[in-house]
Every structure is written in C-alpha cells, then in structure tokens.
C-alpha cells in the first residue's frame, strides 16, 4: 500500500521559515517525479514546486521562486519543501503528490497524494 505522509507544518510569524517533509512507503521515491501542492480555505488547490527523478531540476510557481526549495533524499525515501520568509499569503494545506510527468503543475498528473499538512502564517 502506497502512503505519503507530510510533517512539518504548524504556526509561523511571517517572515519565518519551515521545513515540510513528506515520507514515502509501498514505492521507491527515486521513480518518481515529486511535487508539492497546497490548498487554502475557499480556494482551488494550486502548484506549488515539483522536482524531478533523478535530475534534481526544479520548477517553482512564481508566488513562491526565491523563498521556497524543494529537495529529495532518495535513499531515505523522502521530499522536503524548505519554506522561507513566510507571508500570511502562504497559509493553506499543504500536499505532497508522487507523478510520472517531468516537471508538471498539473495536480492530475500526480497519481499519489499524502494527507496533508496545515501551515498557518500569522502577520
């Protein structure tokens, strides 16, 4: 059985950073390209960063360029999404998703998804 699990949220002063990790079982990480998504109240759930197999090549919506960076560790079967200089903006539930499209912000593209994890940036 396929699980992601995303950890890592919680409350943040905006400004402040958080580091969200999503861990992989019932598949091999390295075979996949792994993307990040969130979903804010009363909104669609939108891109955020995805990277690709085995490249490392990233591609980032522009909200988030220059604050956010997301990485993979293959061998421990893990994606991060390291989140800088928070802004109210950014609050939502955030998605990690395992596809098979390079680079896509296409959330149908991605055929598994985690739970979620709630972020919550105050001003």
């Known amino acids: 059985q396929v699980q992601l699990v995303e950890s890592g949220g919680g409350l943040a002063q905006a400004g402040g950073s958080l580091r969200l990790s999503c861990a992989a079982s019932?598949?091999?990480?390295?075979?996949?390209?792994m993307g990040w998504f969130r979903q804010a109240p009363g909104k669609e759930r939108e891109f955020v960063a995805t990277?690709?197999?085995?490249?490392?090549?990233?591609y980032y919506a522009d909200s988030v360029k220059g604050r956010f960076t997301i990485s993979r560790d293959n061998a421990k079967n893990t994606v991060y999404l390291q989140m800088n200089n928070l802004k109210p903006e950014d609050t939502a539930v955030y998605y990690c998703?395992?596809?098979?499209?390079?680079?896509?912000?296409?959330?149908?593209?991605?055929?598994?998804w985690g739970q979620g994890t709630q972020v919550t940036v105050s001003s």
């Open positions: 019932g598949l091999t990480l390295g075979g996949y390209a």
């Open positions: 990277i690709a197999r085995s490249s490392g090549t990233t």
């Open positions: 998703a395992a596809g098979w499209s390079v680079l896509s912000r296409e959330a149908y593209e991605y055929g598994y």
